[in-house]
Structure formats: structure tokens, C-alpha cells
């Protein structure tokens, strides 16, 4: 059974930092690409990150440069390191398998003075 437990949300103040992390299990973690999205209330889900199986990441636009996404295949641990966060990043944050339906429960990031 695919499982993907995200943790590390929570209030940061503007200009701050947060690190998600999305540990998986279920699946060899080590052949697939992961993904990080969030979802702003009333919103489709949007990509935000994507690491590749050689850990060759991809950005969206508006985070590019402040977020980092990494993995560590021998946690089975895909991170989303946030920083100079801003109020507009505040949402929902999930995990994903890459190109499947396998989704976290996501995280909540509050970002706000």
C-alpha cells in the first residue's frame, strides 16, 4: 500500500523559513520522480517543485530561487526546504508520486505577521 506522510507546516512570519518533508513507503521510492504542489483554498492544486530520479529539480516560476527541492533515497524522504517565504505562499502543500494518484494528506504553511 502506497503511503506519503507529509510533516513540517506550520505559522512562519513573512520573510521566514519552513523545510516540508514527504516520506514514502509502499513503492521503490529510488525509481521515481517526486513532486511537491499546493492548493490555495478555492483553487486548483498547482506544481510548485519536481525532482527527478537523478534529482534533477524543476521549479514553478514563483518560487524559483527561494524553494529547494531535494531527496534522500535512503530515508525515503522527498524535502521542500522554503525560504524568504511570502504571504501568498500560505496553502495547503502536498506530496506526490509523480505522474500517479498517489497523494499526501497534505500540510497546512501559514505565512503571516
Known amino acids: 500500500q502506497v503511503q506519503l506522510v507529509e510533516s513540517g507546516g506550520g505559522l512562519v512570519q513573512p520573510g521566514g523559513s519552513l523545510r516540508l518533508s514527504c516520506t514514502a513507503s509502499?513503492?521503490?521510492?529510488?525509481?521515481?520522480?517526486m513532486s511537491w504542489y499546493r492548493q490555495f483554498p478555492g483553487k486548483e492544486r498547482e506544481l510548485v517543485a519536481r525532482i527527478s530520479v537523478g534529482s534533477i529539480p524543476n521549479y514553478a516560476g514563483s518560487v524559483e530561487g527561494r524553494f529547494t527541492i531535494s531527496r534522500d533515497n535512503a530515508k525515503n524522504t522527498v524535502y521542500l526546504q522554503m525560504n524568504s517565504l511570502k504571504a501568498e505562499d500560505t496553502a495547503v502543500y502536498y506530496c506526490?508520486?509523480?505522474?500517479?494518484?498517489?497523494w499526501g494528506q497534505g500540510t497546512q504553511v501559514t505565512v503571516s505577521s
Open positions: 506526490r508520486r509523480t505522474g500517479t494518484n498517489n
Open positions: 509502499g513503492f521503490p521510492f529510488g525509481l521515481y520522480a
